[in-house]
């Protein structure tokens, strides 16, 4: 099964201030289609989770451009640039390449 | 809009079967992938299976064997089946569609004798 490494555990940030989250896969992410299906989702306190972003970089829906995903095969980055209050949260990566497996997720808290 | 809504027991006794029903609105389960989700108390996410569009499923290999996902397109639901239950199956269990934007308010389970 996919192993996703995901880093930091926490993170303790200033609003305005830009962050990265970082996440390994045990395995290439690009599936035979080419595609890679690496996406980013976040949990907002007390609410269900909600994915940003899909096949690496691409943004879904209504989600802020201060959000950006990169990377490729087995490493990939979150980055939201000017932190701002909503954005709190615990962050998680998902494969969709091989089945589906979670990293253990990244709190972002306010400093 | 698109919604949905898990519903299901909160108590669940150990070596217990626990089944839950995903209600959806707004789209077609032939149209779109439904997903299960749980989470621990105070944990992080653990994918358990889906039910594709065209009715197959696939399941996490860890729950494999106690796991079941099945719908009734008809009424809209998507069921969940999990045996042998014991006190680390105790957390929310979410549905959502795709793993994307649209994703229920989940159900707390409790497994406690």
């Known amino acids: 099964d996919v192993v996703m490494t995901q880093t930091p555990p926490s993170l303790s940030v200033a609003i305005g201030q830009s962050v990265s989250i970082s996440c390994k896969s045990s395995?290439?992410?690009?599936?035979?289609?080419?595609?890679?299906?690496l996406n980013w989702l976040l949990q907002s306190p007390g609410r269900s989770p909600k994915r940003l972003i899909y096949q690496v970089s691409k943004l879904d829906s209504g989600v802020p451009d201060r959000f950006s995903g990169s990377g490729s095969e087995k490493d990939f980055t979150l980055k939201i640039s000017r932190v701002e209050a909503e954005d709190l949260g615990v962050y998680y990566c998902?494969?969709?390449?091989?089945?589906?497996?979670f990293g253990a997720g990244t709190k972002l808290e306010l400093k | 809009q698109v919604q949905l809504k898990e519903s299901g027991p909160g108590l669940v006794q150990p070596s217990q079967t626990l089944s839950l029903t995903c209600t959806v609105s707004g789209f077609s389960l032939t149209s779109y992938n439904v997903h299960w989700v749980r989470q621990p108390p105070g944990k992080g996410l653990e994918w358990m299976g889906v039910i594709w569009s065209g009715g197959n499923t696939d399941y996490n290999s860890a729950l494999k064997p106690r796991l079941s996902i099945s719908r009734d397109t008809s009424k809209s639901q998507v069921f969940l089946t999990m045996n042998s239950l014991q006190t680390e199956d105790t957390g929310i269990y979410y549905c959502?569609?795709?793993?994307?934007?649209?994703w229920g308010q989940g159900v707390m389970v409790t497994v406690s004798s």
């Open positions: 395995q290439s992410l690009v599936a035979s289609d080419k595609n890679t299906y």
């Open positions: 998902l494969q969709g390449t091989h089945l589906y497996t």
């Open positions: 959502n569609r795709k793993l994307g934007a649209y």
